[in-house]
């Protein structure tokens, strides 16, 4: 359950965004320049946050009546190693020294849901955190470490599987069907696909984050649509945009059936009104957009 | 008539409704409470909560009633229940500070060798520690229910008395006034009957949280709770009486409380409440159907929808409203504008400036794009579907408890919602 600071929404003086040129961090800018919000967008071109001298880089850029949105991560597509977790969590101490120097007046911490256990099906705020990975672990720890920072306001927001057009990563679901409808007009399951999992688009992820930001919200929240679909229906949903005729081919299982729920009761308390784009519609969306693009 | 006068300290629910038991039990009864304007409301007539039957059983037998805000007229009874209210907190816990003030005045107050009976629900351990000679200090389970009080107070299937000694003989007056009642008394160590409340709660929660998750997984298999739950209480494992109904989550305080209890004495104890916990948070998820359901099919399509809601007390024939799902479900609906109507609690009791205090029922539903029945007031029950749907904008019918038929809602073109059914078997449920 988030809490809201702000009862009604009111625009931050400034946003700060690390991690702005990635995947999350480019959608979250177009949203707040769309609503004409000030922000500082940082990259690791700009501020290499894994460096000693970051801290007092970062200090120096900050104002203490700055919201600061953390996404600079390493994420596992990079490495899963535990160097890579040590330099995540540096990027994380540098990140906290700048803020206990400078203050702020809003962190929003971006967590992710490998903080659960995968085995977990059913997944809400009180699900407890048993992360079962480096990957997990990392982000548990940097949430506890945003959470010690004395006198500023935090909210977790803990994303399950995003998916949109510049997703630069290829996991298993809407991006990689995508791509492999395009290039080799068949897509492969791990079985038959039957486990269920959560998809949300990007561009939910970041009005969330905007909704978040704008009320000065704190606590924990999962950034989920609340409706799991099967990886079949996420091939079958892609198929559907394909011009050309696309394989869904089965493979032998090599894995137990996982599934995955969300209950988003506590979004839809923090925001009664709040909507989420459908699977389909979004994947047409994204499609769509690569069309433009291309 | 008896002889022997009976005391409640406490015009509570429970005092009033036990005292009301006790008056058509054939005894005098003296009722205090410190508050004047409840002991002024009875002497008129008035009790201080609503329960079916209850005025008239206090205005059949008001002769032999004297209310009372003077404590010291309690020093005339052969016996006094402690029938206080033991509020409790957000998660549960009980404050015993004020029973432990009410039972310090009573006991200044009694006459030599009158008997106290503690009838509030206590944690184990409370009795006894009490500073009352034991032959004269007993702790009584209440099951009272919320709607059904008077009944049960006048019928109860058993007695459980928790005693000092159980093996000793009843003091005469307390024997004399529950004999009157012609059911078993099974009198038990204090700290027995205090766990056997405790017991008897957690079997009812128990039984509606195997409600709760089975028809929830109705909702997505196709099969219909409402068939289902008359084969179980047919078994008599089960029983005819058994908490089969889903519901939207525990409320009204009581059940909560022991579970709160349970827990912490689990935590004290190293014992395991894993599955008291895990009633606890099926109970919260299950509040929540209402608001996802209602947020699913009109709050995340329609700009500005009217909701109209029927029902704030936390079940039928009370005026209570703690822990009620109606008032969890407005206070998430407070951007929208709201329609409110229930018989008994006045819609003030809902702090949101878009809500509009309708009439009756079809004045709720004027122009709603969604009807939700919080509360399974009888009364309810008779709308006619077809009227419901003329008078709603929309056609999103969420009814939790079944109050109405599913059938006829979906003739008269309304997309019904209840708790163990999906709404597309609604065809093939009958």
């Keep these: 359950m988030i809490t809201h600071r702000w009862p009604a929404a009111q625009t931050p003086e400034r946003v700060v965004l690390l991690g702005a040129r990635g995947f999350i961090g480019s959608s979250i800018r177009k949203q707040l320049d769309a609503g004409r919000i000030r922000n500082l967008a940082l990259s690791s071109a700009e501020l290499n946050l894994a460096e000693a001298a970051a801290a007092d880089k970062l200090a120096a850029a900050l104002k203490a009546t700055d919201a600061v949105v953390m996404l600079a991560a390493l994420t596992p597509d990079k490495a899963r190693d535990i160097a890579t977790l040590m330099k995540n969590l540096a990027m994380m101490q540098n990140t906290c020294a700048a803020i206990a120097k400078t203050g702020c007046a809003h962190m929003v911490y971006f967590s992710s849901d490998a903080v659960y256990d995968g085995a977990v099906s059913r997944v809400s705020e009180d699900t407890p955190a048993s992360p079962q990975d480096l990957y997990g672990t990392m982000h548990y720890t940097r949430e506890i470490m945003a959470r010690s920072l004395t006198g500023v306001p935090v909210l977790v927001l803990r994303p399950t599987l995003i998916y949109g057009l510049d997703d630069t990563h290829n996991s298993y679901g809407p991006n990689r069907f995508r791509r492999a409808a395009q290039k080799d007009g068949k897509i492969t399951l791990f079985g038959d696909g039957e486990e269920t999992r959560d998809h949300i688009h990007v561009d939910d992820v970041a009005a969330l984050t905007l909704r978040c930001l704008l009320r000065r919200s704190t606590g924990i929240l999962n950034a989920a649509t609340g409706t799991s679909h099967s990886f079949r229906e996420v091939a079958e949903a892609v198929s559907k945009q394909s011009r050309i005729a696309v394989e869904i081919v089965k493979t032998p299982r090599g894995n137990p059936i996982t599934h995955r729920h969300y209950d988003v009761a506590n979004t839809i308390k923090a925001f009664p009104d709040i909507r989420f784009i459908p699977l389909e519609e979004g994947v047409a969306r994204v499609h769509r957009e690569m069309l433009e693009k291309s | ?430």
């Design chain 2, 1 to 430: 008539m008896s002889d022997v006068l009976v005391g409640f300290a406490g015009m509570t629910h429970l005092g009033v409704n036990s005292a009301a038991a006790a008056l058509a039990r054939g005894f005098r009864v003296v009722g205090y409470d410190p508050d004047r304007e409840v002991i002024e409301a009875l002497r008129r007539g008035g009790p201080p909560a609503v329960e079916p039957g209850l005025p008239d059983v206090l205005r059949r037998h008001a002769s032999r009633a004297n209310y009372t805000a003077d404590i010291a007229d309690l020093s005339r009874c052969d016996l006094v229940y402690i029938a206080s209210d033991v509020p409790t907190d957000g998660s549960g816990a009980s404050d015993l500070a004020g029973i432990r003030r009410l039972i310090e005045g009573v006991s200044g107050a009694l006459a030599r060798g009158a008997v106290v009976v503690v009838l509030c629900q206590v944690p184990p351990g409370f009795t006894r520690a009490l500073a009352l000679p034991g032959e004269r200090l007993f702790y009584q389970v209440e099951t009272l229910v919320f709607g059904e009080a008077v009944e049960r107070a006048m019928h109860p299937e058993r007695i459980i008395l928790g005693c000092a000694n159980p093996s000793a003989t009843l003091p005469a007056a307390l024997g004399k006034f529950l004999s009157a009642f012609a059911c078993p008394i099974l009198p038990m160590r204090y700290e027995s009957a205090e766990v056997a409340k405790i017991a008897i709660n957690c079997c009812l929660v128990s039984s509606v949280s195997v409600a709760n998750t089975l028809a929830e997984l109705c909702e997505h298999l196709g099969a219909a709770w409402s068939e289902i739950a008359p084969a179980l209480k047919l078994d008599r494992r089960i029983g005819q009486h058994a908490y089969l109904a889903p519901g939207l989550g525990i409320a009204g305080g009581n059940l909560e409380r022991d579970l709160a209890t349970v827990c912490k004495l689990a935590d004290a104890h190293g014992t395991d409440a894993g599955v008291v916990r895990a009633w606890i948070a099926n109970s919260r998820h299950r509040r929540d159907w209402a608001l996802q359901t209602l947020h699913g099919a009109v709050l995340s399509k329609l700009e500005d929808p009217v909701i109209a809601v029927l029902g704030l007390a936390y079940k039928q024939n009370t005026h209570s409203t703690k822990n009620s799902a109606s008032l969890a479900l407005l206070a998430h609906l407070a951007p929208f504008r709201v329609r409110i109507f229930d018989p008994v609690v006045p819609a003030t009791a809902i702090p949101n400036p878009r809500c509009h205090a309708a009439s009756s029922e079809l004045d709720a539903c004027e122009g709603a794009d969604a009807l939700a029945i919080m509360t399974p007031w009888p009364q309810f029950g008779t709308l006619d579907p077809v009227q419901v749907a003329r008078k709603l904008r929309g056609k999103l019918v969420l009814d939790p408890y079944a109050v109405l038929k599913a059938v006829a809602c979906r003739a008269a073109g309304l997309e019904y919602h209840t708790l163990g059914l999906n709404p597309d078997g609604i065809r093939t449920e009958q």
